[in-house]
């Protein structure tokens, strides 16, 4: 091969390895969880309650009701669940503490 036919070769090799990109692209981090709102936490407890596994439940519906007291939904379903279950004296003292 003659030597000027090597230089559009190497014109091309030249220019395509310009057009490569060379800095590196870092990862993104993955995008953060959704904060989880009473209302969130409440409807998770309600789930539950209704497929009664009322443990879970309980400790779902006391979160969202600590997380603002004047929530009624977790507190209404924390005294029905109560008095389902026979559970007098803890019903009344969440009727009590949270709705008095």
């Given amino acids: ?8 070769l190497i014109v091309v090799g030249v220019f395509m390895l310009a057009s490569c990109s060379s800095t590196v692209e870092t990862p993104k981090p993955p995008p953060a969880p959704p904060v989880a709102t009473k209302e969130m936490i409440f409807e998770q407890g309600h789930r539950l309650y209704a497929d009664q596994q009322f ?3 309980a400790v779902l519906l006391k979160k969202s009701a600590a997380m603002d ?3 009624r939904a977790p ?3 924390l005294a029905e669940m109560y008095y389902t279950l026979g559970l007098r004296q803890e019903q009344e003292k969440t009727r009590r503490r ?3």
């Avoid at 003659?2 to 230089?7: G, I, P, S």
């Fill in 1 to 8: 091969m003659k030597r000027d036919a090597l230089v559009p």
């Fill in 69 to 71: 007291p004047a929530y």
């Fill in 55 to 57: 443990d879970s439940a």
């Fill in 75 to 77: 507190l209404t379903d």
């Fill in 98 to 100: 949270y709705l008095n």
